[in-house]
């Protein structure tokens, strides 16, 4: 424990000085409204709370920190990712998010092929042998490097892409939209491909991709009547995958009758609200908590918000909570502000699914909404959500950098 507590005072001055030179490039952004440096300056914040109470969640007291292991430990594995991620954001905020639209062509624009590597791994990682079962959820593929072996999750890249693609084909083809046979059913067509293929192994990817596909054909000007039509047959299809499945089946009986299942299916559930509760106001301070020892399962992933409940108390909860509202308002100032179509609308749905899974994320672990596997944005542990949500927030942040263009030719 002394070890952690120092480790967590270097590191927080380590972060501090990193934090510090990473703000500063940012502010070096052509952004005159300073919105792309509030929001990278948000994001960089959760990232350094993801990685200082991964590092808390992930040390084990028979075991402490093994640097012979580096990158089997989820805590080591986290401060590693936490200045590639930032990196990874910068790098695409000097990328045109303009590129990505699909302005020269559909089989002209990186999206169209990103969606389809995405469901070519989606379907690989189906595959015995290929697909890497973790938690009895073969949802990873792995691939050795020799020194060490990287697991990465393709329904993350599917997410990403079908976020973008939709974007893009909303703007370019939105006539297409008010037509059932020649636009919208070929999108929707595409969709349950994505979802199908990941609702097997997936619910709670599959229904927030779904979720976020509705939203943005809505904003993007689809038929309302299209898209409420489909309906009856989705929600068939997601009650279907939830009673196909025992543990599915479980987990929402768990919800609905606590008590009966507290130490089965509600076993999670109920140690997260003893982790929150048990921490009061202030908490037990960093790395002082105990639920973390075998009691808490996927600490330091999708319950990571309940180490910071129970270490830094109501506090530091919603000191999280905060920034989250503090990206989303910010985001939204961005999508006020930018005039051009694919701007706007895709500043709108990368804000919408950072906000929408933060949200369902922290309404699992106070228990408001059943299990389900979602990380944290930013904050949970998971090399795969922290590289590409950091690789859409560069997209964000160039998308400020034009709106700042734009205003600062308007005024002139």
């Given at each position: 424990m002394s070890f952690l507590c120092g480790l967590s005072g270097l590191c927080g001055e380590n972060l501090g000085s990193a934090m510090a030179e990473m703000a500063t490039t940012l502010v070096e952004m052509d952004d005159k409204e300073g919105?792309?440096?509030?929001?990278?300056?948000?994001?960089?914040?959760?990232?350094?709370?993801?990685?200082?109470?991964?590092?808390?969640?992930?040390?084990?007291?028979?075991?402490?920190?093994?640097?012979?292991?580096?990158?089997?430990?989820?805590?080591?594995?986290?401060?590693?990712?936490?200045?590639?991620?930032?990196?990874?954001?910068?790098?695409?905020?000097?990328?045109?998010?303009?590129?990505?639209?699909?302005?020269?062509?559909?089989?002209?624009?990186?999206?169209?092929?990103?969606?389809?590597?995405?469901?070519?791994?989606?379907?690989?990682?189906?595959?015995?042998?290929?697909?890497?079962?973790?938690?009895?959820?073969?949802?990873?593929?792995r691939i050795p490097l020799g020194f060490a072996t990287i697991s990465f999750q393709p329904s993350e890249l599917a997410?990403?892409?079908?976020?973008?693609?939709?974007?893009?084909?909303?703007?370019?083809?939105?006539?297409?939209?008010?037509?059932?046979?020649?636009g919208f059913l070929p999108v929707c067509m595409a969709l349950g491909l994505v979802v199908g293929l990941i609702i097997i192994e997936d619910f709670g990817s599959a229904a927030l991709i779904a979720l976020l596909a509705f939203?943005?054909?809505?904003?993007?000007?689809?038929?309302?009547?299209?898209?409420?039509?489909?309906?009856?047959?989705?929600?068939?299809?997601?009650?279907?995958?939830?009673?196909?499945?025992?543990?599915r089946r479980m987990r929402i009986l768990a919800f609905l009758h606590p008590d009966q299942w507290t130490g089965s299916s509600n076993y999670q559930a109920s140690q997260s609200l003893?982790?929150?509760?048990?921490?009061?106001?202030?908490?037990?301070g960093l790395g002082m908590g105990v639920c973390?020892?075998?009691?808490?399962?996927?600490?330091?992933?999708?319950?990571?918000?309940?180490i910071i409940g129970e270490e830094m108390g109501l506090v530091g909860t919603l000191t999280v909570i905060a920034l989250f509202i503090l990206f989303i308002v910010l985001g939204v100032m961005v999508i006020n502000r930018c005039k051009e179509p694919f701007g706007k609308l895709l500043a709108t749905s990368i804000v919408l699914a950072i906000g929408v899974q933060a949200a369902l994320n922290i309404g699992v672990v106070t228990v408001v909404l059943p299990t389900k596997g979602l990380p944290l944005p930013?904050?949970?542990?998971?090399?795969?959500?922290?590289?590409?949500?950091?690789?859409?927030?560069?997209?964000?942040?160039?998308?400020?950098?034009?709106?700042?263009?734009?205003?600062?030719?308007?005024?002139r």
């Amino acid at each position: 424990m002394s070890f952690l507590c120092g480790l967590s005072g270097l590191c927080g001055e380590n972060l501090g000085s990193a934090m510090a030179e990473m703000a500063t490039t940012l502010v070096e952004m052509d952004d005159k409204e300073g919105l792309g440096w509030r929001i990278g300056a948000v994001v960089i914040t959760l990232m350094a709370i993801g990685t200082i109470f991964v590092f808390s969640a992930g040390v084990e007291v028979a075991k402490g920190v093994n640097l012979s292991r580096f990158y089997e430990s989820a805590n080591l594995r986290k401060a590693l990712f936490f200045p590639l991620a930032v990196a990874v954001m910068l790098v695409v905020s000097r990328i045109d998010y303009r590129r990505l639209g699909f302005d020269n062509g559909l089989w002209r624009s990186p999206m169209t092929y990103l969606f389809g590597i995405s469901v070519i791994l989606l379907a690989l990682v189906l595959v015995p042998h290929i697909g890497s079962q973790i938690n009895q959820a073969r949802r990873w593929l792995r691939i050795p490097l020799g020194f060490a072996t990287i697991s990465f999750q393709p329904s993350e890249l599917a997410k990403w892409a079908v976020i973008f693609s939709l974007s893009a084909f909303c703007v370019k083809y939105g006539d297409r939209l008010k037509s059932f046979k020649k636009g919208f059913l070929p999108v929707c067509m595409a969709l349950g491909l994505v979802v199908g293929l990941i609702i097997i192994e997936d619910f709670g990817s599959a229904a927030l991709i779904a979720l976020l596909a509705f939203f943005i054909l809505l904003i993007g000007g689809a038929n309302w009547r299209y898209l409420v039509a489909p309906l009856p047959v989705a929600a068939i299809g997601f009650a279907a995958a939830i009673l196909a499945s025992p543990t599915r089946r479980m987990r929402i009986l768990a919800f609905l009758h606590p008590d009966q299942w507290t130490g089965s299916s509600n076993y999670q559930a109920s140690q997260s609200l003893i982790a929150i509760g048990s921490g009061g106001f202030f908490g037990k301070g960093l790395g002082m908590g105990v639920c973390k020892y075998g009691h808490l399962p996927e600490d330091t992933t999708d319950f990571i918000f309940s180490i910071i409940g129970e270490e830094m108390g109501l506090v530091g909860t919603l000191t999280v909570i905060a920034l989250f509202i503090l990206f989303i308002v910010l985001g939204v100032m961005v999508i006020n502000r930018c005039k051009e179509p694919f701007g706007k609308l895709l500043a709108t749905s990368i804000v919408l699914a950072i906000g929408v899974q933060a949200a369902l994320n922290i309404g699992v672990v106070t228990v408001v909404l059943p299990t389900k596997g979602l990380p944290l944005p930013f904050v949970s542990a998971g090399g795969t959500s922290m590289l590409l949500s950091a690789a859409a927030i560069g997209v964000l942040l160039n998308i400020a950098s034009q709106c700042g263009k734009t205003r600062a030719g308007e005024e002139r």
